[in-house]
C-alpha cells in the first residue's frame, strides 16, 4: 500500500475514531502514524488502542508509528468560593499559598514552586491566556499582580508562564506511569509536554531505555531559548502551536515554525506541525482556504509530518480531515516550486561518512533520474539520513527489525518494509530489486540507488552505494 505523498499524517484517536474500523478506515484515508493522548485515555483504552492499531498494520501488511502524548504538568489556579470572578483592566489581584476559597481579589495558586519562581514583571496568564496579569510583588508565599487584560476567572483555569522558567520536571508521577504502561504495551514514539530544557528530554530517555523514540513538544518560551539543546538530546521535535500561541505573541508563531523546521532538517530529525491545521473540519466537512494554506506551507517547508488533533479525535468529519490533508500534502508535493523550494532549503551535510553517502546517494539518484533509493537499514538511521536531503525519488527503507519500520512512519517520505537483513552484497541487490518491484516502486529494467552498510547489521555504518535494475 504505496502512499504517493512524502509528508506523514499524524491522525488523534478520540471519541470520534476510536474503534478498530474507523481506525482501518483513517489508515486506508492517508494516516500513517496514531496519536494517543494520555491526558484523556486511561491505561486500559490505551492498551485497546494499540492492540486496534496492531490489527490494522496485520491487516494492511503495513508498518504504523504508535505516538503517545504524554500530558505533562497542568498549571491550574483553585476555586472560587462564590462562582467565577470578573476581574477589571487595572485591578490588583493576588495569587498566594492560601487554600481558602478564592473571591475578586485573590486565589490559591496551589504550585509553590511558581510562588518561589514570579518576579516582579513577570507575565501569568489565565485560561490560555484571556486573562493576562503582571505580577509587581513577589514572595515565596504571595505574588501581586495588577490585571493588564481584563476577564472572567473561574475555578481550575489553567495556568501560563511565559517570562518564568519553573523548577518543575517535564513528568509528573501520572506521566510516569503512562510512559510505562505505553512502553510495555509497545509503541513506538513518546510525545513530550512541558519542555523547558534538555534534561527533561533525558529523564524520558533514560526511562524508556530504547524501547521508543522521545519527540519534544516545543511549546513554551524557554524550549525556544535552548532549541538546539533539546534538539541535539530528542529523536524528533513537534511545532506545539497552540500553547506557544498562547505563551508568546501569536505574530512570532509562524517564524518560529519555520526556525524550528529547519533546524529540524539541518540536524536530520524528524519535525512535525500542529494544532488547528484544519480546524474548521471539527464540524464542517470542507476546510477554509486559510486552513489549506496553511497546511500547505507546512508541506513547502518539509516537515517530516503534519498532525490532526480534535479533527480526528472528536469531530464529525475525521476520515475527510485525513484525506484533505493528504489531498493537499500531494498536491504541493507535485507543484513545480515545491522542489525549487526544498531544494532552495538544503543545508551542507554532517562530517561523517553516512551523511556523504547520503548526499551522494541523492545527487546519482537525480542525476540518473532514477525511480528510487533504497535503504537497507538496521536501526532506521540510513533512512532518515536519506530523507534529511529530500530526495526527488521515493525513498525503501529495508529493515529486519518492524521497530524500526514502524518508527519511520513519521519520516518525511520513507516507505518501511520489513525483511530479513542481506547475507552478502549480492542477496542484498538482488533482494532490494525485487522489492522494489513488488511495493511499486519500479517494473524490470528501471535503475534504482542501493545505500548500505557493510558489514550487514551493523548500525551506523552506511557506507555504500550501488545502482541497480529492477528485477
Given at each position: 500500500?504505496?502512499?504517493?505523498?512524502?509528508?506523514?499524517?499524524?491522525?488523534?484517536?478520540?471519541?470520534?475514531?476510536?474503534?478498530?474500523a474507523?481506525?482501518?478506515?483513517?489508515?486506508?484515508?492517508?494516516?500513517?502514524?496514531?496519536?494517543?493522548?494520555?491526558?484523556?485515555?486511561?491505561?486500559?483504552?490505551?492498551?485497546?488502542?494499540?492492540?486496534?492499531?496492531?490489527?490494522?498494520?496485520?491487516?494492511?501488511r503495513?508498518?504504523?508509528?504508535?505516538?503517545?502524548?504524554?500530558?505533562?504538568?497542568?498549571?491550574?489556579?483553585?476555586?472560587?468560593?462564590?462562582?467565577?470572578?470578573?476581574?477589571?483592566?487595572?485591578?490588583?489581584?493576588?495569587?498566594d499559598?492560601?487554600?481558602?476559597?478564592g473571591?475578586?481579589?485573590?486565589?490559591h495558586?496551589?504550585h509553590?514552586?511558581?510562588?518561589?519562581?514570579?518576579?516582579?514583571?513577570?507575565?501569568?496568564?489565565?485560561?490560555?491566556?484571556?486573562?493576562?496579569?503582571?505580577?509587581?510583588?513577589?514572595?515565596?508565599k504571595?505574588?501581586?499582580?495588577?490585571?493588564e487584560?481584563a476577564g472572567?476567572?473561574?475555578?481550575?483555569?489553567?495556568?501560563?508562564?511565559?517570562?518564568?522558567?519553573?523548577?518543575?520536571?517535564?513528568?509528573?508521577?501520572?506521566?510516569?506511569?503512562?510512559?510505562?504502561?505505553?512502553?510495555?504495551?509497545?509503541?513506538?514514539?513518546?510525545?513530550?509536554?512541558?519542555?523547558?530544557?534538555?534534561?527533561?528530554?533525558?529523564?524520558?530517555?533514560?526511562?524508556?531505555?530504547?524501547?521508543?523514540?522521545?519527540?519534544?513538544?516545543i511549546?513554551?518560551?524557554q524550549?525556544?531559548?535552548?532549541?538546539?539543546?533539546?534538539?541535539?538530546?530528542?529523536?524528533?521535535?513537534?511545532?506545539?502551536?497552540?500553547?506557544?500561541?498562547?505563551?508568546?505573541?501569536?505574530?512570532?508563531?509562524?517564524?518560529?515554525?519555520?526556525?524550528?523546521?529547519?533546524?529540524?532538517?539541518?540536524?536530520?530529525?524528524?519535525?512535525v506541525?500542529?494544532?488547528?491545521?484544519?480546524?474548521?473540519?471539527?464540524?464542517?466537512?470542507?476546510?477554509?482556504?486559510?486552513?489549506?494554506?496553511?497546511?500547505?506551507?507546512?508541506?513547502?517547508?518539509?516537515?517530516?509530518?503534519?498532525?490532526?488533533?480534535?479533527?480526528?479525535?472528536?469531530?464529525?468529519?475525521?476520515?475527510?480531515?485525513?484525506?484533505?490533508?493528504?489531498r493537499?500534502?500531494?498536491?504541493?508535493?507535485?507543484?513545480?516550486?515545491?522542489?525549487?523550494?526544498?531544494?532552495?532549503?538544503?543545508?551542507?551535510?554532517?562530517?561523517?561518512?553516512?551523511?556523504?553517502?547520503?548526499?551522494?546517494?541523492?545527487?546519482?539518484?537525480?542525476?540518473?533520474?532514477?525511480?528510487a533509493?533504497?535503504?537497507?537499514?538496521?536501526?532506521?538511521?540510513?533512512?532518515?539520513r536519506?530523507?534529511?536531503?529530500?530526495?526527488?525519488?521515493?525513498?525503501?527503507?529495508?529493515?529486519?527489525?518492524?521497530?524500526?519500520?514502524?518508527?519511520?512512519?513519521i519520516?518525511?517520505?520513507?516507505?518501511?518494509?520489513?525483511a530479513?537483513?542481506a547475507?552478502?552484497?549480492?542477496?542484498?541487490?538482488?533482494?532490494?530489486?525485487?522489492?522494489?518491484?513488488?511495493?511499486?516502486?519500479?517494473?524490470?529494467?528501471d535503475?534504482?540507488?542501493?545505500?548500505?552498510?557493510?558489514?550487514?547489521?551493523?548500525?551506523?555504518?552506511?557506507?555504500?552505494?550501488?545502482?541497480?535494475?529492477?528485477?
Amino acid at each position: 500500500m504505496r502512499r504517493m505523498k512524502r509528508t506523514k499524517i499524524i491522525a488523534t484517536l478520540g471519541p470520534a475514531s476510536n474503534d478498530r474500523a474507523m481506525i482501518a478506515r483513517l489508515f486506508e484515508a492517508g494516516a500513517d502514524v496514531f496519536r494517543i493522548n494520555m491526558s484523556h485515555a486511561s491505561h486500559d483504552l490505551m492498551r485497546t488502542l494499540v492492540r486496534s492499531i496492531r490489527s490494522v498494520e496485520e491487516e494492511f501488511r503495513r508498518p504504523i508509528a504508535i505516538l503517545v502524548d504524554l500530558q505533562g504538568p497542568k498549571l491550574r489556579v483553585g476555586t472560587f468560593g462564590d462562582g467565577p470572578v470578573d476581574l477589571a483592566e487595572g485591578a490588583e489581584f493576588v495569587l498566594d499559598s492560601d487554600k481558602k476559597p478564592g473571591d475578586a481579589t485573590r486565589v490559591h495558586l496551589p504550585h509553590p514552586e511558581i510562588l518561589r519562581a514570579l518576579r516582579p514583571g513577570h507575565t501569568v496568564l489565565v485560561d490560555d491566556g484571556k486573562v493576562r496579569l503582571r505580577v509587581t510583588e513577589a514572595t515565596a508565599k504571595r505574588a501581586v499582580a495588577v490585571v493588564e487584560v481584563a476577564g472572567r476567572i473561574s475555578d481550575k483555569k489553567g495556568v501560563s508562564l511565559p517570562d518564568t522558567e519553573i523548577p518543575v520536571a517535564a513528568m509528573t508521577e501520572k506521566d510516569r506511569s503512562d510512559l510505562e504502561a505505553a512502553l510495555d504495551a509497545g509503541i513506538d514514539w513518546v510525545a513530550l509536554s512541558f519542555v523547558q530544557r534538555p534534561e527533561d528530554v533525558a529523564d524520558v530517555k533514560k526511562t524508556a531505555r530504547g524501547r521508543a523514540k522521545v519527540l519534544s513538544k516545543i511549546e513554551k518560551p524557554q524550549a525556544i531559548a535552548r532549541l538546539e539543546e533539546i534538539l541535539e538530546v530528542s529523536d524528533a521535535l513537534m511545532v506545539a502551536r497552540g500553547d506557544l500561541g498562547v505563551e508568546m505573541p501569536l505574530e512570532k508563531v509562524p517564524g518560529l515554525q519555520k526556525r524550528i523546521t529547519r533546524m529540524a532538517r539541518r540536524l536530520g530529525k524528524p519535525v512535525v506541525v500542529a494544532t488547528q491545521m484544519l480546524e474548521s473540519m471539527i464540524t464542517a466537512p470542507v476546510p477554509t482556504r486559510a486552513e489549506v494554506s496553511d497546511v500547505a506551507t507546512a508541506v513547502f517547508e518539509g516537515a517530516d509530518a503534519v498532525m490532526l488533533s480534535a479533527e480526528s479525535a472528536a469531530g464529525r468529519y475525521p476520515i475527510e480531515a485525513v484525506a484533505t490533508m493528504s489531498r493537499i500534502a500531494a498536491e504541493v508535493e507535485s507543484d513545480q516550486v515545491y522542489r525549487a523550494v526544498i531544494n532552495g532549503q538544503r543545508t551542507p551535510p554532517e562530517a561523517t561518512g553516512a551523511d556523504a553517502i547520503a548526499v551522494a546517494a541523492r545527487d546519482v539518484a537525480e542525476t540518473l533520474d532514477v525511480k528510487a533509493i533504497i535503504a537497507w537499514t538496521a536501526s532506521g538511521a540510513t533512512g532518515l539520513r536519506i530523507a534529511r536531503e529530500r530526495p526527488k525519488p521515493p525513498i525503501l527503507a529495508i529493515t529486519p527489525n518492524v521497530e524500526a519500520a514502524r518508527r519511520l512512519a513519521i519520516v518525511w517520505g520513507v516507505h518501511a518494509v520489513v525483511a530479513e537483513d542481506a547475507k552478502n552484497v549480492d542477496d542484498m541487490a538482488e533482494r532490494a530489486c525485487r522489492i522494489a518491484g513488488t511495493e511499486g516502486f519500479g517494473v524490470p529494467g528501471d535503475r534504482v540507488i542501493i545505500v548500505a552498510g557493510v558489514p550487514f547489521g551493523t548500525p551506523g555504518a552506511t557506507n555504500m552505494v550501488r545502482i541497480a535494475f529492477v528485477a
